[in-house]
């Protein structure tokens, strides 16, 4: 196996993962917050480190889809859990980036945007050039993060001065999400020759065809995403019937009240500035 697939230390993918252990560690007390941002990025390393990383970066797109199945269905939503709301809502006071939030945490605008840059991210082009290169490779899995951060935000309705869901509608919101993340499966499954040429080594390493790997990934996205995500749209819903809370109710915290009233301030400074005379 070695011979194929030399073992890498992906040193500069382990520091960036420890640093930001350390990090969120000093920034963050609690002791179940950083339990889950241990979690995430312990799995997170599994994934990225040989020789996991190196086969779905330039082996098997079969490989390379558990990989980005544990990173939008683990490592994603295990982080965004991992850092408290005060901490979220210094992150995302600047005017630019409580814009941007808002945008994203509405459902159709997190769908479209999982939609469009989560199927960029396994095109041939992007497949290619994470094969080809280390750059390439770290690119794409950084936007994959980002997809998987994106997905999770209207689910788990944990930024400030968005719009939260009801338990509800985030059930339902996962449910649908379940389908957007395996859109590229059906194209895995029905074409008739291998896409992704940068990918090699298949049947030595794995025993597989690329055209056999090639459709074996889009049952995997199929079952590896509709699996554990209806059964935290079930979990979603059930545990809000258990405790009592109307499933069609919006929860409203006091970190949101605080962001309408940061909001409210700069449209009064904005009014004052245009009213001030030249």
């Not at 196996?1 to 560690?25: C, D, G, I, K, Q």
């Not at 963050?28 to 990383?53: H, Q």
């Amino acid at each position: 196996m070695t011979s194929l697939l030399p073992f890498h230390w992906h040193a500069v993918e382990m520091l960036v993962l420890v640093a930001t252990l350390a990090a969120h560690r000093r920034g963050v007390k609690s002791s179940r917050e950083r339990r889950l941002a241990l979690v995430a990025l312990a799995s997170l390393a599994v994934v990225v480190a040989w020789p996991i990383g190196d086969v779905a970066a330039s082996v098997s797109i079969s490989v390379a889809t558990v990989q980005r199945l544990v990173i939008m269905l683990l490592v994603a939503p295990l982080l965004l859990m991992s850092l408290p709301t005060s901490l979220l809502a210094r992150f995302t006071s600047s005017a630019p980036v409580d814009a941007a939030v808002r945008v994203i945490a509405h459902p159709g605008a997190a769908i479209a945007l999982v939609t469009v840059f989560g199927t960029a991210t396994l095109s041939a082009q992007a497949v290619d050039w994470g094969a080809r290169s280390a750059l390439g490779r770290d690119a794409v899995l950084l936007a994959v993060v980002a997809v998987g951060v994106v997905l999770w935000i209207p689910a788990l309705a944990s930024m400030p001065g968005t719009r939260h869901l009801s338990p509800m509608a985030r059930a339902g919101y996962v449910f649908v999400s379940a389908l957007v993340v395996t859109s590229f499966s059906f194209v895995w499954i029905f074409a008739r020759h291998p896409l992704y040429s940068g990918l090699r080594n298949q049947y030595a390493l794995l025993h597989m065809t690329p055209l056999f790997d090639q459709q074996l990934a889009g049952f995997v996205a199929k079952f590896g995403a509709y699996i554990p995500m209806w059964a935290v749209s079930f979990t979603i819903f059930s545990r809000a019937e258990d405790r009592g809370v109307l499933t069609e109710e919006t929860p409203l915290h006091w970190a949101d009240v605080e962001r309408s009233m940061l909001r409210v301030d700069r449209q009064r400074t904005r009014v004052a500035r245009r009213r001030r005379p030249e």
